[in-house]
């Protein structure tokens, strides 16, 4: 049975904000090798947008190779967008799901293949509070942004977790990897 995992950078203070964190080439990386050693990513209409940027490096790359890399690894790997608003993906490797997320996550779960990467805030909200993630990986980057969209912020119920390993980065960001208890 393939595992879920649930991968997301934020800042000291909680916040999943892009903008306020910069991956460095250690970080573009790491999520290289998540990408490369899972069979399909799940992502909400907001995330997968923000996520449409690599698409530009495809056809048009930094010369930095660490994203240039990440950039092809994001573009291979099957994605399935959850969304009420778009029409098409506008990526060849992507999919709108026809299900619910819960219908999805269950059928994919069950086939054989590598894990489930889950990259969107709100697609890993809903997960924890259907009892889907078997780990979750929070990347917390040395920095204070004040304000921001909160990771935890639509959890209303106590959720024990396992600490299980940590990943330390050069740069100063560090993954902390849990279970649920």
């Known amino acids: 049975m393939r595992k879920v995992i649930a991968a997301i950078n934020m800042t000291i203070d909680g916040f999943c904000d892009h ?14 090798n998540l990408l490369l050693n899972a069979g399909v990513i799940l992502y909400g ?32 790997i099957p994605k399935f967008v959850f969304s009420h608003s778009l029409e098409t993906t506008g990526w060849d490797s992507a999919t709108l799901s026809q299900t619910s997320l819960q219908e999805t996550v269950v059928a994919i779960k069950n086939q054989p293949g590598k894990d489930i ?30 304000n921001g969209l909160p990771l935890f912020k ?7 977790l396992k600490h299980t390993k940590t990943k330390n980065f050069e740069g100063g960001a560090t993954i902390l990897y849990f279970e649920p208890k």
């Open 19 to 32: 903008t306020a964190i910069t991956p460095d080439k250690e970080i573009h990386q790491h999520y290289e």
């Open 45 to 76: 209409r907001i995330t997968y947008q923000l996520m449409q940027y690599w698409q530009e490096l495809l056809e048009h790359p930094s010369g930095e190779k660490s994203m240039d890399d990440f950039a092809v690894a994001i573009d291979k």
């Open 117 to 146: 990467l889950v990259g969107s805030r709100s697609i890993i909200i809903q997960l924890l509070q259907l009892g889907l993630i078997d780990e979750l990986q929070l990347c917390i980057h040395p920095v204070i942004a004040g």
């Open 154 to 160: 639509d959890i209303n119920q106590r959720m024990l």
